[in-house]
Nanobody, 123 residues
Framework: QVQLVESGGGLVQAGGSLRLSCAASGRTFSSYGMGWFRQAPGKEREFVAAISWSDIITYNADSVKGRFTISRDNAKNTVYLQMNSLKPEDTAVYYC????????????????WGQGTQVTVSS
């Protein structure tokens, strides 16, 4: 069982930056694929970024590529999402997820989910 706890959300003006963190429990974090997803009110959950157990990184190119950066620190059992040049349309609850299969680029691939952290970008 893996528990995920997100932090770092908040209110920021357009053009600003935030860094989300997701701390994971467990001793096999390095073998997990990790992902970030977001859900805005009235919309479906959307893929943001993922990093596999072997550090292969994918982004939702249309929405965030070039502005967001995912990274992981296996020594700290933590995955990060650095968000720059934030836009009002980035406003959502951001969820961290994990996959024991090593790849968490789609919701159905991820067994474990955090509780989410709210990101609000004002115009």
């Amino acid at each position: 069982q893996v528990q995920l706890v997100e932090s770092g959300g908040g209110l920021v003006q357009a053009g600003g930056s935030l860094r989300l963190s997701c701390a994971a429990s467990g001793r096999t974090f390095s073998s997990y694929g990790m992902g970030w997803f977001r859900q805005a009110p009235g919309k479906e959950r959307e893929f943001v970024a993922a990093i596999s157990w072997s550090d292969i990184i994918t982004y939702n190119a249309d929405s965030v590529k070039g502005r967001f950066t995912i990274s992981r620190d296996n020594a700290k059992n933590t995955v990060y999402l650095q968000m720059n040049s934030l836009k009002p349309e980035d406003t959502a609850v951001y969820y961290c997820a994990a996959s024991s299969g090593g790849n968490c680029a789609r919701p159905r691939m991820c067994e474990y989910w955090g509780q989410g952290t709210q990101v609000t970008v004002s115009s």
